[in-house]
Every structure is written in structure tokens, then in C-alpha cells.
């Protein structure tokens, strides 16, 4: 290998996939640096497999038989000629043993040196060496001892509630908060099951919980000469199960000497463990802004781009140029912070069943317009493609700048209302729901959030009113998608020009009935007279409406639905094996069909009633664990099976007391939504 100062980089590997690689890959590219890409069955026809040069099949679409095999991926850079290896984040971004791999074989890793990953990945070690360099720690037990009976009483020791972590932790995984001793060895089993599954490590350390904390971390750069900076906060207090919803920089309130000695704290814990790269201290924040070392994430985050927004640079670009051996391209005091950034995660997950991640196709994907360099879409995914169980369900990341917190919150608002996406069900509605809360617009964010204004947020992001103005859109798209089929349309502007094949000189007036898939199931009986080729009279709920539809933009299926003189901008796409059709108007979507159709398909899968013998699968996953058998007695809540999904564990309990009856289902199998897992008698 060249020496670090000559060393040139002119094509590197990506060991990761989805929105990060594509990431890596546009600034690489700008770089004038080919990239290669690494892809699993899974991933084969995937947009980070599209925008590389070269790509690598890598195996199967379970991680651990794909892009976790450091073999393969340092098979596949030596293969294609690459210099270098960019990790992205999770994986084998924070695996030590996959950085000394890499210089073993003459490869560039494009991250701090291994040494730093492995003293700041073990969580315990983090803790000595940041209270030597005189960094703000919680105390806590990081000891060898991994008894129940040990960590049990440490915990007694702290006090309640605690925090337990897995040592090699990180992104929430292998995290449990005990609020009592009774609770306390099960909370400990479940965190150390989920560790050992994700890290291949289930060693535990206890902390106490600090109430009502805010989470803010620091954005970290050193390079090769012992050069150090920070590029400020962010506050991600913003989070459901320990991972974050919803970022922001500069975090708000702070105080001007907080952000200096947060950010010097920083950059402390880099000197310390002579740190190269990009990283990310992570500091708990109580009400006084007194602040303690949580952990170090010696990689990018998936939160870096609202930290360019503020600093005007380009992050990826940084570690390309560090790794390359070069110094840093600022300093500290060179360094800027304009204006505020906002930046949401898109989650397939429904946020009204826990959260639950979701997995399949994505039928519909319109996202928000991208007017200036403002707005930015980062995302690995396209209209058509999966949302596969085996990863993260990260959709995408919507971030905004605006010059201050309130004018970016608004736009950030209307870019997520402008976010359209159907087929699977998203965390859209209950970030637009955060966004509204009164607390959060007032700054008074913490980690507690979500739980403490549960209600509210809820209540807020539950479906939409469906009144006559929505019946009338509906309808209109309905009216539009038969025309489109027929293709008997003589212009490009109104739906009434495209008449539908079912409509005839025969008769001058057609009765619809849509049924919205909402709650209550509302049921909307219409009757549909044809006035002419521009108009249509809707008669619904007693009363009469002149309805038309603009077509606005076709190849973007954008239309502006007139009802009685007022245009609703909207858009909609219609499921071709359900036959639902999705509309998106006044900020929110609606999902309908329509009663007695031939094209018609009901999909009615109902899972656990109160008072059901069966337990379901709430989503696709692996079955991890069985925790009964046949004649087993049971009680309400008792665990009855152990899913892995999305790489996080889901227990599936019984919702009633009973006798099991039968298992039918297996450990290790791949199940589907809605699959049947236990039966109980009778």
C-alpha cells in the first residue's frame, strides 16, 4: 500500500446496501471514484445494485449469510480491484475484526483504526477510558461478572429504574429499562436474547435511568494528523424503542457555553482513543443541561445529513479525504452553523400496533418535490420494489433546512405531508403528528416523549374524517381509473373527456358503493349521474355536488378534483391484487374499494380477538423461539412464541388463559403476516 499522504483512492467497495450506499455512491462518484456494490438475493434488483458501477452477489438474504461475512466482502473488493472498503453504518461498520481484516489484505478501511472501534464498542471499556479523559460518565456496573444474581444486585445498588445495555450494543438493540426488581431478570433475559442475535454478544452493563432525559450526540471529525473539530449537536430525544423518530441541529434551548462544552467533551473522547474519521459522541442531557457519556459511535449515523445542512459540508466527501490521509478541510473555528434542519425517518412500521415493523411492496411512491438543495430525499428504494423482513424497514430519510426552528418545522411539515406512499402501512401520519404538538413546537423535548403525550399523539394521527368532499375525490378517481382503462379519452386535461367504458347511452345515472378501510369500515352509497364530458353530479348523503378532475400531471399522477368550485389538489393508485385504491388529498391518505366489483379481491385477515383460539403473526419474521407445547396451561400474557423481525424480537402472547391445542409453526421458519402460531382448545 502507498503511503497515507500519496495514497490515491480510485475505486472503493460499499459494505452495505439501501439508502447509505446510494449515499456513498453520489458523493464517490462526484469524487470522480468508481464505487462497487455488494448485494444478496434480496437485494438484486435494488437501487444501490443500479447507481454502482460494479456489483458482487454475496449470498442469501439473512445478513449473517450475506453482508455479514467479512470473507465475502473482502473477496468481492480484492476481486473487482478496490483500494478501499466504505462500511456505510450497521453491519460491519463498528466491527474491529473487519477493520484489522481489511488491513490484513492491503485494504483502506474507511473509518477510525480498529483499536477505537473495538475500546468504544465495548461499552464497559468506553466507560474507563472516557472517566480517565475526564469525560462526564453516569456510573454504573461494566463489570465482568454476567451473573443474574451479580447484575441483580447492582441493580439494587443503583436504585431503580436502570438502564441495562448491551456492552457491544447499539440502535437501541439489546436496551431494556427495569423500573422495579420484580421485573428486572426479565427485562435482563430479553435485552441479553436480542444482543446475542444482533451482536453475537450478550454481555450486559446496568446504569441508572435518568427520567425524562434528552438525547444529544456530537458530530466528531479527526484525521491522520491529530487534527480534531466538531461539527456541533444534535438532539434525537425524539424515539420509539429506544430508536430515533425524528432528528434535529442545533439542538433546541442550548446555550451557547453548553454547545461549546459539549462539543469539547467531544472531542476529548476522540483524543482519547486517537480517533480518525468520522464519529459520534452520544451525551444524556437532564432538564439543567448537565450532560454524561452515553457511547461512542465510531461511524457515520444514519442522522449525518441535518448536520451538512447546518455546516454546509459533505461528510462521506471527509471520510474519503481523511482516509485518503489528507487534513482535515476545516477548522474548528472555520467551521459554520447556519440555520436549523429537521430530518424524519420513513419507517414501513405501524405506529398503531407498537410500532410494528411492516414488510412487502412498495405500489406507490411519490416523494415530496424537491425544489432546492434544501429538501433532501435520502433513500435506497423505488417505487415497485420490497421492503424486505430480513432489514431494517427504513423507507427513507426526509430532511429539510430552513434559517430558523419555526420556519423549518413548517416546511418540514408540508414535505411530509407530501410524502405518498401506499401498499405498506408508514410512520408519515404520527411524524406529522409530532410535528403539530404543541410541546414539541415549544422545544420541550426529551426521551420520554412519545410515551408521556401518547394519547394525544395517537388520537391526532388516527385515520382521517371522511366527509362529502373526500366521497367526491374518491369517487372521481374511481371514475378516472375506469376511463384510463378503456382508454377512450380524446384529451389530456379532464377526466369527463374519458368516458368509462361502462358508461353508455343507456343510461344517464350509476350507483357506486365504496367502502373505506378504515376503523368503522364507513360505507358511502353514491349516485353518479354523467352530465358531459367535463362534469359529473355526485348525490350522496342528500345532497348534490357538481364534481370534475383536472388532470394536472399524468406521468406524476397528480389531479386537482373540483367539488362544487373548490379543487382539491390529489393523486391516488389503486391496488392491482386487492383492487383498493389509495387516495392522498388534504394531507392525509384514504384507502377504499368498492362493493361488488368483478375485479374485487377481500382481503379480511383478522389476528388475535380477545376472546380468539388462535395466536397470529402480527408481521413477517422468523420464529426465534417456542415457548409451549401441546397441553401446555396458559394465562392472558404469557409468552407463547419469540419472533425476529426487522432485527428486532417481538414476543407473541396469549390473549387469553386456556390449554395450547397445537404448534404450528416451527424454530427458524420464515412466517408470513397473519400466519397461525398457537391454537388453543376450546
Known amino acids: 500500500m502507498l503511503f497515507r499522504n500519496q495514497m490515491t483512492l480510485s475505486k472503493i467497495l460499499i459494505a452495505n446496501r439501501g439508502e447509505i450506499a446510494c449515499r456513498i455512491i453520489r458523493t464517490a462518484n462526484r469524487l470522480g471514484i468508481k464505487c462497487v456494490s455488494v448485494f444478496s438475493d434480496a437485494d438484486k434488483d435494488s437501487l444501490h445494485v443500479k447507481m454502482a458501477d460494479e456489483a458482487i452477489y454475496i449470498g442469501k438474504p439473512p445478513a449473517q449469510q450475506s453482508y455479514l461475512i467479512k470473507e465475502k466482502i473482502i473477496q468481492s473488493a480484492k476481486k473487482t480491484n478496490c483500494q478501499a472498503i466504505h462500511p456505510g453504518y450497521g453491519f460491519l461498520s463498528e466491527s474491529y475484526e473487519f477493520s484489522q481484516l481489511c488491513s490484513k489484505n492491503d485494504l483502506v478501511f474507511i473509518g477510525p483504526p480498529w483499536q477505537a472501534i473495538r475500546d468504544m464498542g465495548i461499552k464497559s471499556t468506553s466507560k474507563h477510558i472516557m472517566s480517565a479523559a475526564k469525560v462526564p460518565i453516569i456510573e454504573g456496573y461494566h463489570g465482568e461478572d454476567q451473573s443474574e444474581e451479580r447484575l441483580l444486585q447492582e441493580a439494587e445498588q443503583i436504585g431503580y429504574p436502570v438502564m441495562i445495555k448491551a456492552v457491544r450494543g447499539g440502535g437501541g438493540k439489546g436496551m431494556r429499562i427495569a423500573f422495579s426488581r420484580e421485573e428486572f431478570i426479565y427485562q435482563l433475559q430479553s435485552a441479553k436474547t436480542e444482543a446475542l442475535k444482533a451482536f453475537n454478544n450478550d454481555e450486559m452493563l446496568v446504569e441508572k435511568f435518568v427520567e425524562k432525559p434528552r438525547h444529544v450526540e456530537v458530530q466528531i471529525f479527526g484525521d491522520h494528523h491529530s487534527n480534531y473539530v466538531y461539527l456541533y449537536e444534535r438532539d434525537c430525544s425524539i424515539q420509539r424503542r429506544h430508536q430515533k423518530v425524528i432528528e434535529e441541529t442545533p439542538a433546541p434551548g442550548l446555550t451557547n457555553e453548553t454547545r461549546r462544552k459539549i462539543g469539547e467533551a467531544a472531542v476529548k473522547a476522540a483524543r482519547a482513543v486517537n480517533y480518525v474519521g468520522a464519529g459520534t459522541v452520544e451525551f444524556i442531557m437532564d432538564p439543567k443541561q448537565n450532560f454524561y457519556f452515553m457511547e461512542m459511535n465510531t461511524r457515520l449515523q444514519v442522522e449525518h445529513p441535518i448536520t451538512e445542512m447546518v455546516t454546509n459540508t459533505d461528510l462521506v466527501e471527509w471520510q474519503i479525504r481523511v482516509a485518503r490521509g489528507e487534513h482535515l478541510p476545516l477548522k474548528q473555528e472555520d467551521i459554520p452553523l447556519n440555520g436549523h434542519a429537521f430530518e424524519a425517518r420513513i419507517y414501513a412500521e405501524d405506529p398503531n400496533n407498537n410500532f410494528m415493523p411492516g414488510a412487502g411492496k412498495l405500489k406507490y411512491l411519490q416523494p415530496p418535490l424537491v425544489t432546492d438543495k434544501n429538501i433532501r430525499v435520502e433513500t435506497g428504494v423505488e417505487e415497485g420494489d420490497e ?225 380468539s383460539n388462535d395466536s397470529f403473526a402480527p408481521m413477517p419474521g422468523v420464529v426465534d423461539k417456542i415457548n409451549v407445547k401441546a397441553g401446555d396451561e396458559v394465562k392472558k400474557g404469557d409468552p ?43
Open 640 to 682: 407463547l412464541v419469540v419472533m425476529i423481525a426487522m432485527k428486532m424480537e417481538y414476543v407473541i402472547r396469549s390473549n387469553r388463559d386456556g390449554v395450547v391445542k397445537s404448534i404450528n409453526c416451527s424454530v427458524g421458519q420464515n412466517v408470513k403476516k397473519s400466519h397461525k402460531l398457537v391454537s388453543l382448545a376450546e
Open 387 to 611: 421492503v424486505s423482513v430480513h432489514y431494517d424497514p427504513l423507507i427513507a430519510k426526509l430532511v429539510v433546512w430552513a434559517d430558523d426552528r419555526k420556519s423549518a418545522l413548517q416546511k418540514f411539515r408540508y414535505a411530509l405531508a407530501n410524502y405518498k406512499i401506499s401498499g405498506l402501512t408508514t410512520n408519515i401520519p404520527f411524524i406529522i403528528s409530532l410535528c403539530d404538538h404543541k410541546e414539541f413546537v415549544a422545544e420541550n423535548v426529551h426521551t420520554d416523549f412519545i410515551p408521556m403525550h401518547r394519547e394525544e399523539l395517537f388520537k391526532t394521527a388516527r385515520e382521517p374524517i371522511i366527509d362529502n368532499e373526500i366521497v367526491c375525490c374518491a369517487l372521481s378517481t374511481i371514475l378516472n381509473y375506469e376511463a384510463e382503462l378503456s382508454k377512450n379519452y380524446s384529451n389530456n386535461n379532464l377526466v369527463g373527456s374519458m368516458i368509462p367504458n361502462f358508461w353508455t347511452n343507456n343510461f344517464a345515472e350509476k350507483q357506486f358503493d365504496l367502502i373505506f378501510n378504515n376503523e368503522s369500515k364507513t360505507n358511502a352509497k353514491v349516485n353518479v349521474k354523467y352530465v358531459n364530458e367535463n362534469n359529473f353530479e355526485l348525490n350522496l348523503n342528500g345532497q348534490t355536488h357538481l364534481v370534475s378532475l383536472n388532470i394536472l400531471d399524468r406521468q406524476a399522477r397528480l389531479y386537482q378534483c373540483d367539488v362544487d368550485g373548490h379543487r382539491i389538489k390529489l393523486s391516488y393508485s389503486r391496488d392491482q391484487e386487492t383492487g383498493m385504491f389509495s387516495l392522498f388529498a388534504n394531507d392525509r391518505l384514504f384507502e377504499f374499494k368498492l362493493e361488488d366489483r368483478k375485479y374485487q379481491k377481500e382481503q379480511n385477515l383478522s389476528l388475535c380477538d380477545a376472546d
